[in-house]
């Protein structure tokens, strides 16, 4: 069986590993001259830094991917722990440094509140429980028929209430609005907002505390060519400077692609890893797509995440004193009209962000006494806002500012080189639809059964891995996007089914070797 995968993305190259590891005849092909995608990384004046992902929860579920293959993750990446995971900044001056060594997360949150350490051991006992049901009933699942929701199947998630916020969840432990958009604030990457979103995706924080948070070593660019490298190993070509122009469709069946040079290439199956409503809506032909939810209309009327002005910054000074994450808080965090719930506008005066400082744990972007900083702000997408660059020249102007606030002391005098994304950059130069980069809000409506199907339910051979499909975005649920694209196609091998799949990895299992 031939096997085409459009896209050499973090959902593509786990797909690329797994459908070789089947032994299927894979060509992966993709638009830039290396892989990554939005994970490929940048390079500046000296500089490298990521663009993509740069957080790694649960590695153990990579690890199957290469390990079913008959490979070792570690021959190809090295990953290291971080401590703490993160610190995050409040609106009241106050901070927490949050950590998978459960000791000194309890000593950490007793800083905030004595009774909090008692009310973190209730809470992780709780999503222990939870998560050794929700990740196989809510992830590890096809999702292809509304017998997700029914209620047999579901019986055991009901005591953990997944009609509850996250935001009433973690409340009803902590009774404190710091811990609890300390834990919930990741909802914010996937569309929504801890009032807004389903306590089911209290999992996020669970894994970071439970498993640990990862960095890979060079960055998460060395993740893109060290997936790479493990696909051609198992037989996988890879075809760089191949923008896909159009998915070719005979009947009811994909038959293959033909490439902007002209070229046409045939498969027994197409995947599709760009992103899920630009290639909806630019490779495939309307009448293909006509009364499904990949319309144009459906596409148009769905519900998207917000966007990120990004801004990449080269210093010829370390902040080793500071972590390897660092997020603040502000008090616009909290605000639940809705024109900050659905990101009507931009917000230059005390926004939440992120930042990455990567240099401490890995010096191998930047020259010997020198660093980067990776800084994020969420955006409206392209659908709010138009004029992007007023927007980055208040936002350059201003998060020099707002760094110093979180510990990077004179941080503007060092700024030897940087580079600037806004939601426009995505949209245009990385082919994300609306620059909404966390791709579909993971609302009710765009969840499981409801959100678009790895399986194509209306073209035969046609399958999507990615942020866009269920079970939605997220490095580590793109990946198990890409296993489930794989189990489907197993079993037309007359496989079982993708072997060791679903995999739950074990609370109390030994951590596997993760370097060479």
């Known amino acids: 069986m031939k096997a085409l995968i459009v896209g050499a993305g973090p959902g593509g190259l786990a797909a690329a590993i797994n459908l070789a590891g089947l032994g299927l005849e894979v060509t992966v092909v993709e638009k830039e001259a290396i892989p990554g995608g939005r994970m490929r990384g940048m390079s500046f004046d000296g500089y490298e830094v990521d663009t993509g992902p740069t957080i790694m929860q649960l590695p153990e579920v990579l690890e199957a991917i290469v390990s079913r293959a008959g490979k070792r993750l ?92 996250l935001y009433g969840h973690l409340d009803s432990f902590f009774h404190d609005d710091r811990v609890t958009f300390a834990l919930s604030y990741p909802s914010k990457y996937l569309g929504l907002h801890p009032t807004t979103c389903s306590s089911v995706f209290s999992v996020i924080p669970f894994l970071e505390l439970q498993f640990g948070v990862w960095h890979v070593k ?24 191949a923008p896909v122009e159009e998915v070719l469709v005979e009947g009811e069946r994909v038959t293959g692609v033909r490439l902007a040079s002209g070229e046409t290439l045939t498969a027994d199956v197409v995947v599709i890893n760009a992103d899920l409503p630009y290639a909806a809506t630019k490779l495939i032909r309307p009448e293909h797509r006509e009364g499904t939810r990949l319309s144009d209309g459906s596409l148009d009327r769905a519900k998207y995440s917000c966007s990120t002005f990004m801004m990449y910054l080269g210093l010829d000074r370390r902040y080793d004193e500071l972590p390897h994450h660092v997020i603040s808080l502000s008090e616009a965090a909290r605000k639940t009209d809705r024109a900050s719930l659905e990101d009507h506008h931009l917000d230059v005066d005390d926004p939440p962000f992120y930042v990455c400082n990567p240099t401490p744990t890995d010096g191998t972007g930047a020259p010997v006494g020198h660093s980067t900083l990776y800084v994020l702000v969420p955006t409206p997408n392209t659908s709010r806002l138009d004029d992007w660059e007023t927007a980055t020249r208040e936002l350059s102007a201003r998060i020099p500012g707002w760094l110093e606030k979180v510990g990077f002391k004179d941080v503007k005098k060092h700024i030897r080189a940087q580079r600037t994304f806004t939601a426009k950059t995505w949209q245009d130069d990385f082919n994300v639809f609306r620059g909404a980069v966390f791709n579909l809000s993971h609302n009710w409506t765009q969840l499981g059964p409801l959100r678009p199907k790895v399986k194509s339910p209306h073209l035969d051979g046609l399958y999507w891995v990615g942020g866009g499909t269920h079970p939605g975005s997220g490095l580590l649920t793109i990946m198990e996007s890409a296993n489930i694209a794989a189990d489907y196609l197993a079993k037309e091998l007359g496989k079982p089914g993708l072997p060791s799949w679903p995999f739950v990895p074990p609370v109390d299992a030994r951590p596997l070797k993760r370097s060479a």
């Open 74 to 165: 570690a021959d190809y990446v090295t990953l290291q722990r971080l401590d703490p995971n993160t610190r995050i900044h409040f609106w009241d001056g106050t901070s927490l440094d949050t950590s998978s060594d459960l000791e000194t997360m309890r000593a950490s949150l007793a800083k905030l509140n004595p009774k909090h350490p008692a009310a973190f051991d209730r809470w992780m006992a709780e999503a222990r429980e939870k998560y050794a049901v929700a990740w196989e009933k809510f992830v590890c699942t096809h999702a292809d028929s509304l017998a997700y929701y029914a209620p047999w199947r579901l019986m055991d998630t009901l005591r953990f209430k997944p009609w509850q916020t």
């Open 218 to 241: 060079g960055g998460f660019r060395a993740l893109s060519g060290g997936l790479a490298r493990c696909a051609e190993d198992l037989g996988a070509k890879f075809r760089y400077r």
